[in-house]
């Protein structure tokens, strides 16, 4: 079965600056889908960036962009000139053949101003 | 209008009663899940649907129970074999393949007493 960890239970960054949440997945399977999601105060589930396993270049989505080491089995996001609003938390999610999806733990993300 | 709609936003119930959360959606995808989150904590799998009228247990299958008799409904019933029913429950669907993102309903706040 598939695993995905977020070793940073919280994480601080000053607005306007840069920050990269962890994540590392395992798997047996040649073929699967990696996912971020942003999750408000309200609860709501906001997709962000989509890395596809036989992607050779990084996803990048505005802001958001995916630093992708397959050899590692990790799939950290930057998040680039921080604001206030992307205080939430971030789950890193990963689908498989199989097609079921499955998260981590999450980070707590607070935009300090 | 597409999206996923999940009612009601909040439910109250009983010790020793089932309880049976609504997901529709109107996207017009195959595949469609079930997820529980606690307090702080990340998205875990609790079942999830390929096709009308089959559908596979995932992390936290114990205690619920699913059916998918369409393909635009995937109910949840949390029975009362649930030892801690208490908790906030996502629904999502998708399209089938890896590389497609899910897309989430707004959520069932469910509190059992």
Not at chain 1, 76 to 101: E, K, P, T
């Amino acid at each position: 079965a598939q695993k995905i960890t977020q070793t940073q239970p919280g994480m601080f960054v000053q607005e306007k600056e840069a920050v990269t949440l962890d994540c590392t997945y395992d798997t047996s399977d040649p073929s699967y889908g990696l996912f971020w999601y942003k999750q408000p105060s309200s609860g709501e589930m906001i997709f962000l960036i989509y890395q596809g396993s036989y992607d050779q270049q990084n996803a990048t989505e505005g802001r958001y962009s995916l630093n992708f080491q397959k050899a590692r089995k990790s799939a950290n996001l930057v998040i680039s000139a921080s604001q206030l609003g992307d205080s939430a938390m971030y789950f890193c999610a990963m689908r498989a053949y199989s097609g079921d999806m499955r998260f981590g733990a999450g980070t707590r993300l607070t935009v300090k101003p | 209008d597409g999206g996923i709609t999940q009612s009601p936003k909040y439910l109250f119930r009983k010790e020793g009663q089932n309880v049976t959360l609504s997901c529709e959606q109107n996207l017009n995808h195959d595949a469609m899940y079930w997820y529980r989150q606690d307090p702080g904590q990340g998205l875990r799998l609790i079942y999830y649907s390929q096709i009308v009228n089959d559908f596979q247990k995932g992390d936290i299958a114990e205690g619920y129970s699913v059916s998918r008799e369409k393909k635009e409904s995937f109910p949840l019933t949390v029975t009362s074999a649930q030892k801690n029913p208490t908790a906030f429950y996502l629904c999502a669907s998708s399209t089938r393949g890896v590389g497609y993102e899910q897309y989430f309903g707004p959520g069932t706040r469910l509190t059992v007493t």
